[in-house]
């Protein structure tokens, strides 16, 4: 091959090398992008198993709709009851005659320790507004209430648990919000006697607060 061909062929691989060579250097120092904190959960959620309350006589499907009822409350029996007022709540034959006496009691003579309006004694109080306000929800029984199934996910905004009796009830309370990661700093205790009036006012680690972004709420009975 003639020397000035050779020349040409050889100096035009170098070049496509470098070229080549370049573009594989400087896509190695692009710098790696890191995972938002909101995008990617860590952990499957649990699947949906919604929780079927009786209303006016009538099965509901709360995790589709409450159907108008303003509050649900979770009884001994494992059965949910929903409910037009407080008062039908506190007249329903189920719930144990302890929780009513020990609140109407409270309510009656005004008692520094009474619940918040709706609250019944010795049960855990979600509502969905700020202010003890808005739908209500009573929780009771000790474990993970994944609250899709309850038609509440992502819209509790304020808790209160009034113990009526501490040997019975003693214990506290968990809330995490799965859907962001990582999962375990998205924890957060709810510790009685107390209550959080707005969970606006409740700091979420990172920053922001807790107001609307609760997936689970676990009554950790002692």
């Given at each position: 091959?003639?020397?000035?061909?050779?020349g040409?062929?050889?100096a035009?691989a170098?070049a496509?090398a470098l070229?080549f060579?370049?573009?594989?250097?400087?896509h190695?120092?692009?710098?790696?992008a890191e995972?938002?904190?909101?995008?990617?959960?860590?952990?499957?959620?649990?699947?949906?198993?919604p929780?079927?309350?009786?209303?006016?006589g009538?099965?509901?499907?709360?995790?589709?709709s409450?159907?108008?009822?303003?509050?649900?409350?979770?009884?001994p029996s494992?059965?949910?009851?929903?409910?037009?007022?407080?008062?039908?709540?506190l007249a329903?034959p189920?719930?144990?005659a302890?929780?009513?006496?020990?609140?109407?009691?409270?309510?009656a003579?005004?008692?520094?320790?009474a619940?918040?309006s709706?609250?019944l004694a010795?049960?855990?109080?979600l509502?969905m507004d700020p202010?003890?306000?808005?739908?209500?929800?009573?929780?009771s029984?000790?474990?993970?209430?994944d609250?899709?199934?309850?038609?509440?996910?992502?819209?509790l905004?304020?808790?209160?648990?009034?113990?009526?009796?501490?040997?019975i009830n003693?214990?506290?309370?968990?809330i995490t919000?799965?859907?962001?990661?990582?999962?375990?700093?998205r924890?957060?205790?709810?510790?009685?006697p107390s209550?959080?009036s707005?969970f606006?006012?409740?700091?979420?680690?990172?920053?922001?607060?807790w107001?609307?972004?609760?997936?689970i709420?676990?009554?950790?009975?002692?």
């Amino acid at each position: 091959m003639n020397r000035s061909l050779v020349g040409v062929f050889l100096a035009g691989a170098s070049a496509t090398a470098l070229v080549f060579t370049g573009g594989a250097a400087a896509h190695a120092d692009e710098p790696t992008a890191e995972p938002s904190v909101t995008a990617t959960p860590t952990a499957e959620e649990p699947s949906v198993d919604p929780v079927i309350a009786e209303y006016k006589g009538r099965k509901i499907n709360l995790a589709e709709s409450w159907e108008g009822a303003d509050n649900c409350t979770e009884l001994p029996s494992g059965e949910v009851h929903c409910y037009d007022s407080n008062e039908e709540a506190l007249a329903d034959p189920e719930l144990p005659a302890e929780v009513r006496e020990e609140t109407l009691k409270a309510t009656a003579a005004r008692a520094a320790a009474a619940p918040p309006s709706r609250c019944l004694a010795d049960y855990w109080c979600l509502y969905m507004d700020p202010g003890y306000k808005g739908r209500l929800l009573r929780l009771s029984s000790d474990g993970k209430k994944d609250l899709k199934e309850w038609g509440c996910r992502d819209k509790l905004s304020s808790v209160y648990y009034w113990v009526g009796r501490w040997p019975i009830n003693y214990g506290n309370a968990k809330i995490t919000d799965l859907r962001s990661w990582p999962v375990e700093d998205r924890v957060r205790g709810l510790n009685p006697p107390s209550g959080w009036s707005n969970f606006k006012n409740l700091g979420y680690p990172g920053g922001g607060n807790w107001n609307d972004k609760v997936d689970i709420f676990e009554v950790r009975r002692a």
